[in-house]
Structure formats: C-alpha cells, structure tokens
C-alpha cells in the first residue's frame, strides 16, 4: 500500500504508477535523504515532537539503511515511487511504527527541495576543483610560452600580434569568472527548506534553525511557500555550467582548428586522439569535437528547467519532477568534460615555428607600422591611410612589411627611417603592448600571478 493511499479506493494503475514514478533517477540522492531524514527526526526528539528514543530509534534505522545501500544490499521499488517514499518504506518495515512517525511535520515537499540543495551543494565544490585544476594547466602552459609569438585573430583572420601564454591567459580569465559563478550560486542556495512543510509550514513547534545547521546550511529559507515552489537555484547552476561548457566550447573550437594541417600550431598526444576506420593518416580530435557538442546538452538542461518553471502558479506542481534530470544530466556532463579536457590541453605540444610563421604572414603588424608614424608626429587617420597603401603595394609585389625596400616605404612617407625595421619586429610588436592586460612579457606575467593568487585564495 502507497503511503498516501488512504483517500484512495482504487489502486494506482500501472502506466501511471509507472509515469508517476522517479526513482529510477532520484535514487542517487539516498544520501542526502537518509542526512535530511535523520537531522529531522533529531530534531523532533529535540522539540518533544516524538519521544527521543523513538528519535534515536529513527536515526539507527536509518544509519543502517545508508550502510546496506552503500554496500548494495538494497532494492529499491517503483510502488513507492521516489527516494524520499523509498527509504521510509524501508525504516517503517525495519523497525514498525516508530518508522511511520518519521513524517511528523513534514511534506514531501520540503523534503525534495531539501534532498535537492543538499546533492547540487555538494557537486558544486567538485566542479570547482576541476576548474581550478584547469586553471593550474592553464598557468603551466602560459608560463612556457611567454615568448611563443602567434597571430591573434578577429573574424578568425589574422590581425595583432600575441603569444600563446596571452591565449591561455584569456581563458584562464573565463574560467575563473566560471568559478566566482559557481561560488556566488553556492552562496544563494545555502539556505535549508526543511521544515517548511507542503507550503505553509506547520502547527508543530519545529526548529528550522536546527535542522539548518544540522544540515550544514547557513540558515532556513525565509518564506515556506517559496521554499518549495522554486528551483531558481537549480536554474542558476545550470546557467554557471552552461556558461562555463560554452568557454570549454570555444577553447574546443580554437584546438580543433589549431591541430589542423591548415593551422598545425599544436600536436594532440596520441593519448588523447582517435583514428579512423578507412584513412590511416588521420589524427582526429575528438576529445575536443565532444567537449564542444556536449555543450549541447547542457543548455538542453538548462532551457528544459526553465520552460519547466516558467508558468507554473504557488506552490509546489508535479511538473518540478522533472528538475532533477537535467540536473544530473548536466552535473554528469560537466564533469565529464572538465578533468578529460584539462589532461588533454596539458598533453598537447606547441608547434613554436608554425605559430611564428603565421605571424609573419597577414600583415598582423599594421597597426604598429601606423603606431610608428602616429609616434613621430602624423595623425593616426592619415597614419592608417598610408599604411593601407603600404599593405597594398605588399600584395601586388609578394612583399610584407617586414622585408619592404626602405625606398617603398619612403616613397609614400618620408617619415619612415631604418629604425622601422626594429619597430615592425614581431617580439617588439608584441612586448611594446605592456599595458595592463596586455600581451608583453611582463604584463602575460603578470596575468599568471593573479591567476596563482586566486588558485592559492581556494586551497582548503
């Protein structure tokens, strides 16, 4: 019998007992239950809502449920339907009636949402430390090509001059606003539902700061009804990882198109690429090809938690059952991704020459060579002009601006001089930019040490 059959005459039909059911997905969350489930009953002994050794009796019960799913002894039945209904089948059958009065003030409700804060609670730490584990591969990688010179792009054509620790600085800064994300959503979702009851709490003198504080949380939720009836802080998680997988995206996207013949700037370790079945000179990065399509599926989780959520009135609705498997889903994803692409970025070589090669090609020195007249006294506008005229001549005759004849350059401006040679050179062009953020030496530097301060910041 259903433990809330009793307005019922009829048996639940089987399709909808089976539709109705989640535990072939929320059984993951036994733990948080059995920590959820044994903090409130401590708490009912506590307040004299039941006696304390049937308190104590609960908590025993429960203890031992825990060890025998651990030890996989336990099976579970879709007839109780979820996790929550599950485990107090089992406490009830285990040690009686005491096991019935394990519900006493307490909803369903509140329990779910509980269970729920607690298992996204403890992922959130876990993907922290795989970006931070990143972040660490990023510093390495920067730190040894402070002085490998590339091109930068926009609209994926060659533009300014950088170096490959600049790159790698660039997403060490997405991914520690990834991580100050998953830290402020943690912060949000620090509060404890338990104890709100269906929606408006209860007649029983429940301690709601107990329990909280049992449970590790920072303090109750405010207000009961929205305690139960939201998932924002759910949302807010999935956003922070589909944020954080469109950053792995993108790095996915600069590698697969570095690793190409067309690039060749890096060498994926064999380790970390496939072959194919018919052609046997290829090297396929497919690490980085799903990194990059199952970003996919974590908006897919995102999107499916909102459209959810966004109709639905005060307070709880059964349509929030289906917060938990896109969350998961997500939650498995991610942290699939992040450790396999930290080992395959860390793994990967840097092909120096090809890098240097195309900065030479693409005219990525243009603006310098405007820079050069600008800083001997010529309007920038006139300035840009004239070396657009430069860069076409370069076309015409198979020259770059590197190997211009000084006459070439002197027969549209008599302000160029030898010393333009010097001004044009590639590292020169790069370690000029010593602003704040930039790509010189020095300021790449300096971007590794804030990086380390913050990694340092988070070592426990």
Known sequence: MKLWAGRFQKETDTLVNDFNSSITFDARMYRQDIEGSMAHAAMLGKQGIIEPHEAEKIIAGLQAILADIEADKVEFSLDNEDIHMNIEAILTERIGDTGKRLH????????????????????????????????????????ANLDTVMPGYTHLQRAQPSTFAHYMMAYANMIRRDVTRLEDCLERMDECPLGAGALATSTYPVDRFQTAAALGFKKPTDNSMDSVSDRDFAIEFLAACSILMMHLSRFSEEIILWCSWEFKFVELDDAYSTGSSIMPQKKNPDVAELVRGKTGRVYGSLVTLLTVMKALPLAYNKDMQEDKECVFDAIDTVEMCVPVFTAMLDTLSVVK????????????????????????????????????????????????????????????????????????????????????????????????????????????
């Open 353 to 460: 020459k090809n890098m240097r090669t195309a900065a030479a090609g693409g005219f990525i020195n243009a603006t310098d060579c405007a820079d050069y007249l600008t800083k001997k006294g010529m309007p920038f506008r006139e300035a840009y002009m004239i070396v657009g005229r430069l860069v076409n001549m370069c076309i015409k005759t198979g020259e770059t601006l590197d190997t211009l004849p000084l006459k070439d350059f002197r027969s549209i401006s008599n302000l160029f001089d030898e010393d333009v040679y010097e001004a044009l050179e590639l590292k020169t062009c790069v370690n000029g930019r010593k602003v704040y953020g930039g790509p010189a030496k020095e300021a790449v530097e300096q971007q590794i040490a804030n990086i380390k301060t913050f990694i340092e910041a988070r070592k426990v």
């Open 104 to 143: 006493t003030a307490r909803s369903r409700n509140d329990q779910v949402a509980t269970d729920f804060r607690l298992y996204v609670k403890g992922e959130i730490p876990k993907i922290i430390s795989m970006c931070l584990e990143l972040e660490k591969v990023l510093v390495k990688k920067a730190e």
